[in-house]
């Protein structure tokens, strides 16, 4: 049994939208915190946004304003609502639980991660 599963991904026009949605196990939902990343080919896996468990929300500067993470606690599901978007979004997302604080913007304060889906974002 996965832990988070991922969906929501697809080939979307530049300036169109995407929602991603990320279903955890409720062992998972409740952890410390959760958050987005992406990886684009070739590239380091970079941090997106970040949501702690009382719903304070953090975004990196590049998707600010155009990208808006939530949850739905009844379905133990966090969401990433995409708006705008370019093709320099085009990437597998990925969301990933942290169970202690830290650094909410590094890949390997994570605990948990989901298997991905795929964004692409054509021009």
């Known amino acids: 049994q996965d832990d988070l599963v991922e969906s929501g991904g697809g080939l979307v026009q530049a300036g169109g939208s995407l929602r991603l949605s990320c279903v955890a196990s409720e062992r998972i939902y409740s952890s410390f915190g959760m958050g987005w990343f992406r990886q684009a080919p070739g590239k380091e896996r970079e941090f997106v946004a970040h949501?702690?468990?009382?719903?304070?929300?953090f975004y990196a500067d590049d998707v600010k304003g155009r990208f808006t993470m939530s949850r739905d606690n009844a379905k133990n599901t966090v969401y990433l609502q995409m708006e705008r978007l370019k093709p320099e979004d085009t990437a597998v997302y990925y969301c990933a639980a942290r169970y202690y604080s830290g650094i909410y913007s590094r890949p390997d304060e994570y605990d948990s991660w989901g298997q991905g889906t795929q964004v692409t974002v054509s021009s």
């Open positions: 949501s702690y468990i009382r719903g304070s929300t």
